[in-house]
């Protein structure tokens, strides 16, 4: 059973930082691409950061150049740090285990693992 826990949300000022977390257990991590996703009130999920099993990154328009997305497969540890956070970037993050070359624009049936998320809201 994979067991997902995202962690690390919090509320914060426009031009902020935060660095989620999330911790998987229950797969082989480093035989998975890893994404990060986000969905906002009255909004459909979206896939913002994704890196594969070799350290290849992908990420959206929106957050390409603030966020940055890391893994750490010997503790079975995924990270996003969020820099110059914007009133938009307000939603739940998730994170979830996709196929070893999935990326951001991977639909999501593609990705499993979901855990509860984390909520960020940046106020303006």
């Known amino acids: 059973q994979v067991t997902v826990v995202e962690s690390g949300g919090d509320s914060v000022q426009a031009g902020g930082s935060l660095t989620l977390s999330c911790t998987i257990s229950?797969?082989?991590?480093?035989?998975?691409?890893m994404g990060w996703f986000r969905q906002a009130p009255e909004k459909e999920r979206e896939g913002i950061a994704a890196?594969?099993?070799?350290?290849?990154?992908y990420y959206s328009d929106v957050v390409k150049g603030r966020f940055t997305i890391s893994r750490d497969n010997a503790k079975n540890i995924l990270e996003l740090q969020m820099t110059s956070l914007k009133h938009e970037d307000t939603a739940m993050y998730y994170c979830?285990?996709?196929?070893?070359?999935?990326?951001?624009?991977?639909?999501?049936?593609?990705?499993?693992?979901w855990g509860q998320g984390t909520q960020v809201t940046v106020s303006s």
């Open positions: 229950g797969l082989s991590f480093d035989g998975y691409a």
């Open positions: 979830a285990a996709g196929p070893r070359r999935a990326d951001v624009c991977s639909p999501l049936y593609r990705w499993s693992g």
């Open positions: 890196i594969r099993s070799d350290g290849v990154t």
